[in-house]
């Protein structure tokens, strides 16, 4: 399912899971016992990957797993990685503290022994132990000189390194052997809370010891790698990404013999899976849909197929389900049931649809990202704080959450922090500093502010213009004799002409911007479609209308009721643009945003919602801060302190006027947040950074930028016979557990081919 999210090209990139802009009903973790300090609440949602042991996982077959496209660079740490860069990488590279279910990195025994601060005065120091049998597939160790290499390509330091990030590795001193070449110690210049973020993935120093191989090498070949599987081909053409058993793997060998990965987008691949050409594909709700009735109608009347996966299903029972499907009732399917004849070949290709989709399962569950309300606050209405703290208490949180979620039977317990998720350690809500929704407060606040109902209206003065009364206020005298009389005459038609052709232009206009979607809710105009008034028209003054429909010329027209409730201030209506992607896989950010406008319709505020396509949303609009309000997600992480800052923190003014925003968008930032940041990223205690943690999450909070609204879901379909693969949650794939329950030949093989 497709929800927009972090965009590609954007410097910040998400450690070890990837922000699918695409897939991304994308997102879990099993329950446990909550530390000191945390949210009791804090409760996770667990992952749904079919967990099977390895030795009932059959050795052999090919995965087909679906992705968007195939990535533009193998380089983790360029801005144009993407979701299908950090999936392929992690079954080809090290990562050496990889997150596990409840988001907290885990030491990974495959590469690392051990790993732990050694020293802390007067430096940092972290001495890396290597597994003894960790080798690269050229046979070479992995050791300190792929640390070194690395270190230098992305310190920052070398500007001919085209890298999108150095966090973290700008604070490195120096990295040396140790005792012997299994021994990496690597001293910080100044203290690094987030250590552990450090070398995931970690390249071999081919790839990262020149600006050369780094910038271009890696972009669409790994020549060397160190995982349970090792790159064999990518070939754009097919869109196909084909990965082999690393025969020089000493971990657990993987069960699979190859792994492709094959770009589909997100809306064919409900053919994808029909055609048997994706084992493995984040869906969108429409497509789980599909895949559920597939398997209530798969043998007839519910039952089991007869020999293999939806060889069961009857043409009635397709037919029925078909109906279903297009909205009709149980009555309505009967009766299509009766006219089968009339639709045979709609209801054969049905029939061999649900065939294929009853052979898949959806596995869903909660992905550690939420997706949040932005509010602008570089200008406009919203660079008032008590602005967007009203627009906050006037949402219903779990109103919207629960539009998103209850329908996928997902539990919908809007997030209560912008830096750890629930089942996080440290997690705990912080929206008490913004303060739960409260219709009364958030008016009280916007007239604190000074938009106040019926505030857009102009001054009786201000309509009196032209009239006689005002012109004998300004010193002007009306013209004399019957030649002053006439010319008024043909002024007044005149005028009246015009507003004829303007309210037509209006009509037109408003007809226009519907079309190309934009629209607005709550507009303020007298007699406006969207205001709900009756508006005089010119038409209602000509002679022959009906007795009373027209006062004398200079006398205001009353505002409609509509107007009147409208928020205003010294004649300007609070009126907000709402940026939204238009693309098929955007629905459910469409429907939070029709519920939003209708929460800040109930208390006034007038939104114009426009509708981008979703390749622009982001380049064109997020990030040019061309909006009021949007939608678009975050990742959690399991280093809050390195990864949120550059979210939340205070934009600088650049040498040309304009704001250096880094990736706060919402251009909403302080002081006191950064210095709450940097204080938690030096703190070695984690307790005592958590806690440092929290209280940067209140006062964002209390800035009210970002809403969290609502966790995103994932689904994902997955046939029936794959064990360990699915909705992943919070922690990584462990791509040598992956495989078939039972040996086959599991859709087509690397060529394509059957």
Avoid at 384 to 395: E, K, M, P, Q, S
Avoid at 443 to 464: E, M, V
Avoid at 495 to 500: C, P, R, T
Wanted: glycine residues 10%; contains cysteine; charged residues 25%.
């Amino acid at each position: 399912m497709s929800h927009v999210g972090v965009p590609r090209g954007t410097a910040r990139k998400r450690r070890s899971v990837a922000l699918l802009a695409t897939g991304v009903l994308t997102i879990p973790v099993l329950a446990g016992c909550t530390s000191d300090g945390e949210d009791p609440t804090s409760v996770a949602v667990p992952q749904d990957i079919a967990p099977a042991s390895r030795d009932r996982v059959a050795d052999g077959s090919t995965l087909n797993w679906a992705i968007d496209a195939v990535p533009s660079t193998l380089n983790a740490f360029q801005a144009d990685a993407d979701g299908a860069t950090t999936r392929i990488t992690g079954a080809l590279l090290p990562s050496l503290f990889p997150m596990d279910a409840k988001g907290e990195p885990r030491l990974n025994p495959d590469y690392l022994e051990s790993a732990k601060v050694i020293e802390r005065e007067p430096k940092q120091v972290v001495l890396y132990k290597l597994n003894q049998q960790a080798v690269w597939s050229d046979g070479r160790e992995i050791g300190a000189p792929d640390f070194v290499a690395q270190w230098r390509a992305l310190s920052g330091k070398d500007s001919a390194f085209w890298t999108a990030r150095n966090a973290g590795y700008e604070r490195i001193e120096k990295i040396e052997r140790g005792k012997d070449d299994l021994q990496v110690r690597v001293t910080f210049s100044k203290p690094y809370a987030d250590w552990r973020s450090l070398f995931s993935p970690l390249y071999p120093k081919e790839v990262t010891g020149s600006p050369g191989t780094f910038n271009d090498g890696a972009r669409t070949t790994l020549r060397n790698t160190a995982g349970p599987f090792r790159l064999r081909s990518v070939n754009k053409p097919r869109g196909t990404v084909v990965l082999d058993r690393n025969p020089r793997w000493w971990g657990d060998e993987a069960r699979l013999d190859s792994l492709v990965f094959r770009a589909v987008e997100p809306g064919k691949r409900t053919d994808a899976l029909t055609e048997g050409t994706v084992d493995v594909a984040d869906i969108d709700p429409a497509t789980a849909n599909s895949i559920a009735l597939a398997a209530r109608y798969r043998g007839g009347n519910g039952g089991p197929p007869a020999h293999g996966p939806g060889a069961g299903i009857t043409p009635a029972a397709a037919l029925r389900s078909w109906a279903l499907a297009h909205g009709s009732d149980e009555e309505a399917a009967e009766t299509a049931q009766a006219a089968r004849e009339e639709t045979r070949e709609a209801v054969a290709v049905y029939a061999a649809e649900q065939k294929a989709l009853s052979g898949f399962a959806v596995r869903k569950s909660l992905e550690p990202s939420y997706t949040q309300l932005a509010l602008n606050g570089e200008s406009g209405p919203l660079s008032d704080d008590r602005v967007r703290r009203a627009i906050a208490r006037t949402l219903d949180r779990q109103e919207l959450a629960d539009a998103v979620l209850k329908p996928l039977g997902l539990p919908a317990k809007p997030p209560g922090s912008h830096l750890a998720l629930a089942g996080q350690p440290g997690y705990k809500d912080g929206s008490g500093a913004l303060g739960e929704q409260d219709t009364k407060e958030a008016q009280a606040l916007l007239a604190d502010a000074g938009w106040t109902p019926g505030g857009a209206l102009r001054s009786t003065r201000d309509t009196k213009a032209g009239s006689e009364a005002e012109k004998k206020e300004e010193g002007e005298k009306p013209a004399a004799g019957e030649k002053a009389a006439a010319g008024d005459k043909d002024e007044k038609a005149e005028k009246a002409g015009k507003k004829d052709e303007k309210a037509e232009d209006t009509e037109k206009d408003d007809k226009a911007s519907r079309e190309e979607g934009e629209y607005t809710v709550g507009d303020d105009k007298p007699g406006s479609r969207s205001s709900g008034g009756s508006g005089v028209t010119a038409q209602d003054k000509q002679p022959g209308g009906a007795a009373g429909a027209y006062a004398p010329a200079g006398t205001a027209a009353p505002a409609p009721a509509a107007v009147k409730s409208r928020l205003g201030k010294d004649g300007k209506p609070l009126s907000l643009r709402f940026v939204l992607p238009s693309g098929p896989g955007s629905q459910s950010l469409r429907t939070v945003g029709e519920k939003i406008v209708a929460m800040l319709d109930s208390i006034g505020i007038s939104t114009q919602v426009t509708k981008v396509a979703d390749d622009s949303y982001f380049k064109d609009h997020i990030a040019s801060g061309d909006y009021d309000l949007a939608l678009y997600s975050w990742p959690a992480t399991a280093y809050p302190a390195t990864d949120g800052r550059p979210i939340f923190a205070k934009p600088e003014p650049a040498t040309d006027g304009s704001l250096l925003v880094a990736q706060n968008y919402t251009r909403v930032g302080s002081d006191h947040i950064d210095q709450l940041f940097d204080r938690a990223v030096a703190e070695l205690d984690a307790d005592a950074s958590r806690d440092l943690l929290k209280q940067a999450d209140a006062r964002i909070w209390a800035a009210a930028g970002s809403i969290p609204l609502y966790q995103r879901p994932q689904l994902v379909a997955v046939d029936k016979k794959l064990a360990n693969i699915g909705a992943f949650g919070f922690a990584a794939p462990r791509y040598q557990d992956i495989g078939f329950t039972a040996r086959q030949a599991a859709g087509p093989p690397a060529n394509g081919k059957k």
